[in-house]
């Protein structure tokens, strides 16, 4: 019992870790335009002040690492762990992408694909965690519903612009 709850603290911090470095890269690619380029924006009347990105973001990145570290205790050698493992890599590689091209690229109407491509990425995520352990997948819902809330966002500023 005691190597199982070591096994399960430290795969949870290697996830942790992980998404928040994924985090960190993306808000590189954030801040090359983020004071020059994103205040020129025409944005809808919901968008969120600037400051409230980063500790959501990183509420987020923390829970994605618990969910994926639950996930990843449960074992490889299962193919519905892998299967979850892989959805979930493949969701935060365009987690990172989208950074890289609203941001980086400064390109709104292409980062409105690759979050369309996240959005059902993350769904497909959430579905295969619930499989292993539901609370993993239920770890994720704040994840979407922001996603799909940046998806709004990032439509209308697409649109307004």
């Known amino acids: 019992m005691q190597h199982m709850r070591k096994k399960l603290f430290i795969r949870i911090s290697i996830g942790i870790l992980v998404c928040l470095v994924v985090g960190f890269l993306g808000s590189i690619a954030t801040q090359s335009s983020v004071n020059d380029w994103y205040p020129t ?24 690492g618990i969910a994926v570290g639950i996930v990843w205790a449960k074992g490889t050698y299962h193919s519905w762990v892998k299967t979850a493992l892989y959805h979930f890599c493949f969701q935060l590689l365009l987690n990172l992408t989208w950074s890289v091209v609203f941001f980086g690229l400064e390109a709104p109407f292409y980062a409105l694909i690759v979050i369309v491509g996240l959005l059902i990425l993350i769904i497909l995520t959430i579905k295969w965690f619930r499989i292993v352990k539901p609370i993993a997948g239920y770890l994720l819902i704040p994840y979407l519903l922001w996603v799909l809330f940046a998806s709004v966002l990032n439509f209308e500023i697409w649109r307004l612009n």
Do not use: C, D, G, Q
Not at 41 to 64: E, G, R
């Open 41 to 64: 924006l025409n944005k809808p009347v919901f968008n969120p002040p600037s400051w409230l990105f980063a500790p959501v973001w990183t509420f987020l990145y923390v829970l994605m």
